[in-house]
């Protein structure tokens, strides 16, 4: 089993910055791709990002190049560095574990990210 905890959100004006973390506890060994996904109202959850333990990255259609991840795979935990943060990137933002023992895999409560105009 992996609890994953997300935290960093909050309310910002369009323009700012915000950097998300995400720790991973419990079985570790059972991951290992981690990432985003985000989800506004009325949305379907979309895939922003994910990185594998070896720092390769995969980041959505959707997202835009401002945002950067990254991981410490010491610390069991994956960031996420968004800037220039705009309305439009208002969203229920979700860290991601990949489960490569079964099909079902691992996703935290999410972090509230509300960007004003």
């Known amino acids: 089993q992996v609890q994953l905890v997300e935290s960093g959100g909050g309310l910002v004006q369009a323009g700012d910055s915000l950097r998300l973390s995400c720790a991973a506890s419990?079985?570790?060994?059972?991951?290992?791709?981690m990432g985003w996904y985000r989800q506004a109202p009325g949305n379907q959850r979309e895939l922003v990002a994910t990185?594998?333990?070896?720092?390769?990255?995969n980041y959505g259609d959707s997202v835009p190049g401002r945002f950067t991840i990254s991981r410490d795979n010491a610390k069991n935990t994956v960031y996420l560095q968004m800037n220039g943060l705009k309305p439009e990137d208002t969203a229920v933002y979700y860290c991601?574990?990949?489960?490569?023992?079964?099909?079902?895999?691992?996703w935290g409560q999410g972090t509230q990210v509300t960007v004003s105009a």
């Open positions: 991601y574990a990949d489960n490569i023992l079964g099909p079902r895999d691992y």
């Open positions: 419990g079985s570790i060994s059972s991951i290992n791709a």
């Open positions: 990185i594998t333990r070896n720092a390769r990255t």
